[in-house]
């Protein structure tokens, strides 16, 4: 995999968002793959499709790019609010490839989150633009990273290091079980799951009971919270996410 850009293709550009699409997706194109099948290379959507880029012609994923320079941030700007809650709510709702690079045009790191752990409450609703804008009321929106577990950023590269293949489609795959769940129970497996990422390697039932009143307010009409977390870590200790170790005990496999 050459982390390098092609700077070549973007001479005629003058504006540097211009620049950096088409940059960024032609390295996506040529160097990149498909995290769930290992197929290659990525089909490109024709332009302007709402929120999707990529896809998979083997299949069907479908795949979102978010590019930028340095480092990357818990908060990341996207487009219309609207747009994004529709998208991410549908049943073909795209995974989201995050790209950041150097100053050299060189990709630092490029991961993967798979749609199974975006949730409405992710997506936070930015001010509408002022009454003097171009486009006056419109709603834009941010991503918000930190309420995805750690097991669901799957890189492809980290630190300019490429991950194995294998590797990657592994531990994508790992977490497709999420898919096969509702709405709602995947809104409690995802939570319990950010709780436990709290925690060290190994913890104890009590130590994730101490979230139940975080957890209470996230569910206001559910009288049974510590019966949920119960079962949802029997859920995540099924799926080979954590392993039961008796006595109250568990540890993370991840």
Known sequence: MNLNFNQSLAKNYKSEPQRIRV?????????SYCPNCNAEPLAEFANNQPVADFYCSNCD?????????????????????DTMIERISSEDNPSFFFLTYSQEYTVNNFLIIPKQFFKPDMIIKRKPLSATAKRAGWVGCNIDLRKVPESGKVFLVKDQQVIPR???????QKTLFLRQQSTASRGWTLDVWQCIDRLEDSFSL?????FAD??????????????????????????????FLGRGHYRKLY
């Open 23 to 31: 940059l960024s997706e032609d390295w996506v194109t040529n160097q």
């Open 61 to 81: 994923e479908e795949y979102e790019l978010k590019s930028k320079k340095a480092k990357l941030s818990n908060v990341i700007n996207d487009g219309a609010y």
């Open 166 to 172: 294998d590797n990657v489609t592994e531990q994508f």
């Open 206 to 210: 009590n130590q994730v009971y101490a």
């Open 214 to 243: 975080l957890l209470k307010l996230k569910y206001p009409e559910n009288n049974h919270v510590k019966d949920k977390i119960r079962q949802q870590l029997q859920v995540l200790r099924n799926r080979g996410i954590i392993e």
